[in-house]
């Protein structure tokens, strides 16, 4: 008696859910797609996303880069976040120009500025890559190892296997992380080698690598994780004072 109750109770919560996801709207992928990235905080890859949008791959990809195309040229809703769409995956960021606000409002230190080896170093890669650390040496005249390896700790340029000649020396090319910090979606929105934009990027370089966190550009959950760090860190060096005038 009492496991036909409890099974027609099943049958009865079963039935009351089936009447309920019937009266919910249709899906607003755009909608979706941008809650999923903003709790996400981080690069979500088309494949996942077809999954849970049960789409095919080749259509959600078609999607979200023309919503992309919307979402970031839009006048008529200002934002301060971007949506940028890269070879396999795609992420909200926030837009570099308000970096400064949020470090304002969260607390957060400045790193430290890009050197200018370093900058000129960056510009080579991302003009001629793949590119081995030789090659950069002999462009710039100077040896280049501080450079590549700051980049490298940053994030900003990764290694990309290696050249098929004696010693077989890495090569190396910028990283997605350089994408979001420059808030470009692929490498062919740089501007032209011999044109005037050229300077402008290294300035530009300049002036965003100077604000942002030493990887990329900063994400809602970096810029949390950041401050909760330093807030951690000040707590801790208190109770040390504390515990010494004890």
Known sequence: MTDNMNEQAIIEAVSEEKELNEELPALNFEQALEAVLFAAGHPVSYEQLSKVFE??????????????????????????????????????????????????????????????SSIETLAIVAYNQPVTRSYIDTVRGVDSNYAVSSLLERGLIEAKGRLDAPGRPMLYGTSANFLRCFGISSLSELPGVNSEEVAELMSRMEDQLSELPDKNQMTLDEAIDESIEENEAKAALNEDNSADNI
Do not use: W
């Open 55 to 116: 789409m095919e791959l080749s259509e959600t990809v078609s999607r979200i880069k023309a919503y992309a195309e919307l979402y970031n040229n839009s006048t008529d809703v200002p934002r301060g976040v971007i949506l940028l769409t890269f070879e396999k995956e795609c992420q909200l960021c926030t837009k570099a120009e308000y970096i400064s606000y949020i470090r304002e409002a969260l607390g957060i230190r400045r790193n430290g500025n890009l050197s200018t």
